[in-house]
C-alpha cells in the first residue's frame, strides 16, 4: 500500500525543496519539517497498550506504546530524516545501512551495516528521502528479513513510480508512505521533477 501525504505545509515545503536556488540550511529546514508529518503518519496504526497512571490527583488509564520501534536511515540521503523521527517517536532506536549508487549499473552496493537487535514484534522504519528505482530500498528489506525482520515500513520524501511498483510487487506487505509521488524517472534514474540529488542538497555537497 502506498500512502501519499496531503496537506498545505507539505506542499509549501516541497516547492522549497524543489526550488534549485534553495540553500541548504532552508532544504534542511523543510526535510526536517516534512519528516515530522510523515513520522506521524507512519505510526498511526502503531498498538498502543492501556496502563494506568497516577496523576497528582487521582489514579487514571492511560496509553502508552510497548511496541519496540527501530528506524533505519539509508545513508546519506536517509539521514535527514532520522532526527525528527527521533523527536516524534522517542523510545525507538536506530540502526544503519550505507548504500551507494554504482554510477555504472545503478545498483546499490552495501558498506555498512548495523542494527540494533529485532524480533518478530519490531516496526522496522526505513528512512530515505528519494524513492527513485526501489534498488537501496529492495537491498535494505532483504538485509533486514535475513536479520529477522517482519513488519517493514517504508518513509520517503519523493518517490517514483518505478520504485514504488518494484517494491510493492516484491514486498506487498510493505506500507511505503511519501510526501509526493512524482511522474517517472530520467535516463539517469533521477526523479522527475524530483529535486535533484538529496543527498548534495541536504549535505552541501553540489
Ligand atoms: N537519488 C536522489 O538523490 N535523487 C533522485 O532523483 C534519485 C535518487
Request: hydrophobic letters at 45%; a negative charge.
Amino acid at each position: 500500500m502506498i500512502t501519499v501525504l496531503e496537506h498545505p505545509l507539505i506542499h509549501n515545503d516541497l516547492k522549497i525543496l524543489r526550488d534549485k536556488s534553495t540553500q541548504t540550511p532552508a532544504f534542511r529546514e523543510a526535510v526536517n519539517r516534512i519528516a515530522l508529518h510523515l513520522a506521524v503518519a507512519v505510526t498511526e496504526d502503531i498498538p498502543v497498550s492501556e496502563v494506568n497512571v497516577d496523576t497528582p490527583l487521582e489514579t487514571t488509564i492511560a496509553y502508552e506504546i510497548t511496541e519496540k520501534i527501530v528506524l533505519i536511515p539509508i545513508i546519506r540521503a536517509g539521514m535527514g530524516l532520522l532526527a525528527p523521527f527521533q523527536q516524534i517517536i522517542p523510545n525507538s532506536s536506530s540502526g544503519y545501512i550505507g548504500l551507494k549508487r554504482n554510477e555504472l549499473t545503478f545498483e546499490a552496493e552495501e558498506y555498512f551495516f548495523s542494527i540494533p537487535k529485532i524480533d518478530d514484534d519490531t516496526t522496522i522504519i526505513i528512512l530515505e528521502i528519494m524513492l527513485a528505482t526501489g534498488g537501496s530500498i529492495v537491498n535494505t528489506i532483504n538485509r533486514l528479513l535475513l536479520e529477522g525482520a517482519s513488519k517493514i515500513i517504508i518513509a520517503s520524501v519523493i518517490a517514483a513510480p518505478e520504485g514504488v511498483e518494484k517494491i510493492m510487487t516484491e514486498f506487498p506487505e510493505v506500507n511505503i508512505y511519501t510526501a509526493a509521488l512524482d511522474r517517472e524517472l530520467n535516463n539517469l534514474k533521477y526523479i522527475m521533477p524530483g529535486l535533484g540529488d538529496a543527498g548534495d542538497r541536504l549535505n552541501g555537497t553540489v
